[in-house]
């Protein structure tokens, strides 16, 4: 048992190196002195100072943030009462709904709203894109909110009622404060989906309105520069940081 | 009195679910009819949809076809497509199996306290932007990389010419492991975690050796888990167009990347529907066939 536990930590290590090597490439070359992602030449901040007067990227950095706010606020509003009506009734039509666009390839929900949003005559923008990104973070709120709901005991409630509470005092007092955690937790998952959505923006966004990762996409396509190492350090940052709140609001949103 | 102020309140807290249902069906049902619907019409004069319907003399004409359904069959490319990228997602799910059992199974047998930590340790990477992942790996491919100079020395001690591993079928299938492990290890990790101990020392007790008990025991415990990751990474590998075009060249590239052209570049929206459709019902067929064997295995045991 002693021996294949060894050999298990040992390749298990590995995978762990595998994962995090790559990324750990992509923060070191940002503080390199040189164009190129080869040799380390010296330490500098002036990939991430030219990153900072670099106007595109200020205005994707905005669009993204606009975008991620709004997607997340209604995604959560309605990804809370999808996760709370699964969970209470035996529904057919909406689980299924709520994970198709999670399960689906994210390119046909790119190519299909596009066919949508044109046939409605829209001009593509910030709006198609946060409608776009509704859709498929209502899925990730939904399954966050419907775990912490089968947390909650039911005899609270009960009690609650019981006790002369209106259905609507009862949800306020007992089920949402017990829900928060879920429902917090679903809106980070949100927003931080949002923020790292490409494909499926690439579709919905038209010519004129770039995210952050539309940035990314369109300098790497034309040369891989030290400015793009700058621009996923800081995104990474900002991911850690919110996954990690995420993990210690509640641990089993971001396993399902 | 009692029994209709129940229902009252089971009628209103259903209706909640309205609002998410309605949004659902308008941005995700609605747009995949219209997609269904798009395959069956002509491509407009400047790229886009043709109108399917038009007035002639004060009657109405509809303006539908078959030929872009037609055109899917009339050369074998689109199948040869097909096949290549099913072959790649098969591909890519097995050496995620093989990187995630191991590690699944590490966390499953660590101490309890440290399993959080270290499934979060698996998740972080997973969440970091998908692009940003991709460029990782143009790094580390690129032509003055060190893996490749790396390789391509330890190469010429043979006497072997320098290779490229940029923009090859190489770099796309490990870009395509290293962006969806994490969807294998979760599943994995959670079947596994479920495991009776006490099966494993009965085995050994009964004489049993190491590899007997794993693959009597263990493996076929943990199948379930396995459709489960599998399903989960088979269909967007199936569908994806970034990892092929960044880093894949001509001979690396997939379905979707043809999808992207028709809609992007060459604007044949009609068959870039058609082509979208098949996709989905892979996708669709995968969901069924897995539901179908995990509810098998729910069965015989």
Redesign the interface.
Known sequence: ?KR??RL??I??LG??S???L??L??VI?SFNDSK???EWVGFTWKWYDKLFNNREMLTAARNSLIIASASALIAT???T??G???H??R?K??PG??I??I???????G??????F??LNMSLGLLSIT??H??FC?GFV?LSVQARMSNIDRSLTEAARDLGAT?WQCFRKITLPLLAPGIIAGALMAF?LS?????ITF?VAGVDSSTL?LQ??SM??IA?TPE?NAI?TL??LL??I???LV?KLS?GA??S | MHTSAWRKKLVSQKLLGLPPLAYLLIFFAVPTVIMLFASFRYAGDYGGLAPWYYYEQGSLSFDLTLENWQRLFETDIYLQLFLKSIAYAVLATLLCILLAYPLALMIARSPRRYRDLLLLLVILPFWSNFLVRIYAWMIIFSPSGALTHMLNSLLAIFGIAPISLMYSPTAVIVTLVYVHLPFMVLPLYANLEKHDPALLDAAQDLGASRWRRFWRITWPLSLPGVYAGSILVFIPVLGMFAIPELLGGTDGIMIANVIKQQFVESRDWPFGSVLSMVLTAAAVLVVLLGAKFGQQLGQSK
């Open positions: 048992m294949k536990n298990l930590k390749s298990a995978v762990y595998f994962l995090y790559p990324l490439i992509v070359y190129l992602n080869a509003l309605l990804g009462l999808a709370m009506t699964i209470k009734y529904l039509l909406l709904l709520v198709a666009p399960a689906m390839p994210d390119i046909l929900m190519v299909s709203l596009l066919l949508f044109i046939m409608l776009a509704i859709t209502i939904a259905p931080t923020i790292d959505d490409f494909v579709f990762p990314i996409y790497v396509k891989i793009v996923s995104l990474m991911t850690l919110l996954i990690t993990a641990p971001l396993r």
